[in-house]
């Protein structure tokens, strides 16, 4: 069985979508807002990458999650790991989500053709 992904998910930066599913049917129990990835997200991507040119893959995706962390619910985050059998305080638990979000959003831009992963080795003085 495959596991659940979201819309323009295919797994290339995020290895388990499940925190996440599991984050929005906490976030649902609480009545909250089931926080997704939206243009705003694909638009500061493109924009990085026009900007900067290439841009290390991790760093853009912590900055994609910065923007999202305060969307999240430290509770939920907290309870959906903790559905899987992880312990995490809830503002590690916050971090994680925005993580697995911002993965998203940069699958999602790859699948959209806003941008493209390809590895590279640093030239002499670049490390």
Known sequence: MSERKPLLADGTVVGSYEPLFRYWEAARRRGLEEVAIGSE????????????GRVNLLQLRSEVAERLLPRVDPEAAREAFESLGVRLTPDEARRRIAEILAGWALEAARALLIVDFKGWVPREGER
Request: glycine share 0%.
């Open 41 to 52: 997200e694909l638009e500061f991507i493109e924009r990085r990458v026009r900007e900067t």
